[in-house]
């Protein structure tokens, strides 16, 4: 589904990722780990499609398309969400009136019919409360005033509402307390747990895979992935720590 | 016509463009290109109609406005220019009107109307007007509000080219309310120049708006606001959104004369560069001879937030439509000033068309 090979990429003339090769087929789950600096954050950059960040080498494809080719709003369209690790605060714009717009912008790139206000809004409602969320947060302006947890959930409501086919979670679990954490391990499972979907969860720590238990774990190291296992290699990284386990 | 009109060496008058005013008066007339059908809003009130600064009876039903002359002066450069006949909007004690609207239409060349709105004690009016067409318009609008009166004015420019000067000389008396919102949403240049005294304690004061310029178009507002009287309150709430090479100004100012203690202001001047080539020029100016108030102000200029523009990007919205809604909730915060639902969401559908020319 998502394959990359020896992918280069730099922002501001430095070479962050240096050749790193991934494939997720669909139906998958694969966890990303590692260190502070090793380059998570700006792979989910980069495969979302960030102008600041330069691809320098090596390729990306996305269900057999070159993602790399895409601007970010078509690689949405294709059916990739990518989850932040710091949402961003919008003031002006509701999240309602952000969502439906990025929902039909998206269906009207895959030439399907727009959704009306009120399919929109049982949508959003009925995603809002899976997650947890207060109905009156869907009113408000993106993430203003949102604490940590709550826009967390709030990227777990997009996702529901988005509906992708592939997900690339960035510390989706930072600043979760368990309640938090639960709701967004249950909403990922529930969301994209699917024969026809995949997930890239890039985490630093092993709590949220408690919840979403991966397939294949890799470690990430000095922008490329240096070891794969099964879900418990996540469980010695966390007993042993990076140092030992990817060393 | 010979003009005597104000310099760039005039500190009030350095950003003007005074070139475009007068090749805009220089124009010549030709059949207008709209009707004032297609610009009245569908709001119950009275109706006037102006083309070429010339009050037309067959499209409008004036109600309880007069069009008469307006015998009052100004001293300002522009403003006096506005002589003759004009409208006059004069309430008695605790009267109410709301929904004026009062179109203008220019063809081209210079028209100049005077208007004069009276409220007695307690007295409410609402009005909105529009400016379409091209030409130079230039008006002077005085208003005065006796105790406790309330007035909600909203303008917007929405001529294709040309020039409108606006001049508003206001006296807002004790508990009495102003609230006085611009949009500058169409292609022309423009000056909205105002000057509010508060005469009385307790009074509120607002003027405020959105300029937006693209092209090499240069609009401005230029406004102060005189506290004369203890406890009062004023807002000017400014935002300027330049595209290419175009230039929007906004130069706001708060006096506190020295026994208006408890005078309550607050400034914000914002502004937004669409393209590094644009310009905007912001100054505000405090001059406070008391010693209880409290006066907020702010101005900023800056770009659209990229991170912000990424996150609505990767949801799927195309770079365009990203730029479109960052700004229209930018320019949100001065428009949303209006009070009666259906002109503000007019207004912001004028700001909304011109994004999605502009982006």
């Not at chain 1, 086919?165 to 994209?192: H, P, Q, W, Y």
């Not at chain 2, 239409?105 to 007695?120: F, K, Q």
Request: hydrophobic fraction near 45%; charged fraction near 25%; aromatic fraction near 6%.
């Amino acid at each position: 589904m998502l394959k990359i090979e020896k992918l280069h990429a730099a922002i501001d003339g430095k070479e962050i990722l240096k050749g790193l090769d991934l494939e997720v087929k669909a139906g998958e789950v694969h966890a990303i780990m590692g260190p502070n600096g090793a380059g998570k954050s700006t792979l989910g950059y980069v495969l979302g499609g960030r102008p600041e960040y330069e691809v320098t080498g090596g390729s990306a494809t996305f269900r057999g398309e070159d993602l790399l080719d895409m601007e970010a709003h078509e690689r949405a369209a294709a059916g990739l969400f990518l989850g932040f690790q710091y949402p961003v605060e919008i003031p002006g714009i509701s999240n309602v009136q952000f969502l439906r717009e990025a929902l039909n912008s998206q269906r009207k790139a895959r030439g399907e019919a727009p959704l009306s206000g009120a399919e929109f809004l049982k949508l959003a409602r009925a995603q809002a409360d899976a997650l947890g969320m207060d109905q009156e947060m869907l009113k408000r302006p993106v993430n203003v005033g949102f604490s940590g947890g709550e826009k967390k959930r709030n990227e777990m409501v997009q996702m529901g509402i988005l509906d992708p086919k592939f997900a690339i979670l960035d510390e989706t679990d930072s600043g979760l307390d368990i309640d938090a954490l639960k709701a967004v391990g249950e909403g990922i499972n529930r969301i994209m747990r699917k024969p026809d979907k995949g997930v890239l969860l890039i985490t630093h720590y092993q709590r949220l895979l408690d919840y979403v238990e991966p397939d294949v774990v890799h470690v990430l190291a000095d922008g490329r992935i240096v070891k794969s296992g099964g879900p418990e290699l996540a469980v010695e990284l966390e007993r042993e720590g990076y140092g030992t386990v990817a060393a | 016509m010979t003009l005597d009109l104000p310099t760039k060496r005039q500190e009030a008058w350095k950003w003007s463009d005074m070139a475009a005013l007068e090749a805009a008066a220089q124009s010549e007339r030709a059949a207008p290109d709209v009707a004032p059908a297609d610009l009245f809003l569908d709001i119950d009130g009275p109706r006037l109609a102006f083309v070429d600064g010339v009050f037309d009876p067959t499209h409008s039903r004036p109600g309880p406005v007069n069009v008469t002359a307006i015998g009052e002066s100004s001293g300002h450069p522009l403003g006096k220019l506005a002589a003759g006949e004009g409208w006059l909007v004069r309430l008695e004690k605790g009267a109410a009107v709301t929904s004026i609207q009062i179109v203008h239409i220019g063809t081209g060349a210079d028209n100049h109307v005077p208007a004069r709105i009276e409220l007695a004690e307690d007295a409410t009016a609402s009005l909105v007007e529009t400016y379409a067409g091209t030409g130079w318009a230039n008006r002077l609008t005085q208003i005065s509000l006796a105790r406790g009166a309330r007035l909600m004015r909203s303008v917007r420019l929405l001529q294709k080219s040309g020039f409108v000067s606006i001049r508003d000389e206001a006296d807002v008396g004790e508990a009495a309310s102003l609230v006085s919102v611009f949009l500058g949403a169409g292609g022309m240049g423009s000056r909205i120049d105002g000057e509010i005294r508060t005469s009385g304690i307790g009074a509120y004061a607002e003027m405020g708006g959105a300029l937006l310029t693209e092209g090499d178009q240069r609009q401005e507002a230029a406004v102060v606001v005189d506290h004369a009287m203890p406890e009062g309150s004023s807002r000017q709430i400014w935002r300027a959104v330049a595209a290419d090479t175009s230039t929007a100004s906004l130069a706001a100012r708060v006096e506190v004369k020295r026994h208006a203690q408890q005078t309550d202001g607050e400034q914000s001047l914002r502004g937004l560069l669409l393209d590094r080539t644009a310009q905007v020029n912001l100054k505000p100016e405090l001059e406070i001879f008391a010693d209880d108030v409290k006066c907020a102000h702010g101005a900023t200029v800056g770009e659209l937030d990229q991170r912000a523009l990424f996150y609505l990007e990767s949801r799927g919205l195309t770079p365009a439509r990203a730029r479109a809604l960052m700004t229209r909730a930018f320019v949100a915060d001065a428009l949303d000033r209006i009070g009666e639902e259906a002109v503000r969401e007019a207004f912001a559908a004028d700001a909304s068309r011109w994004l999605e020319v502009a982006l």
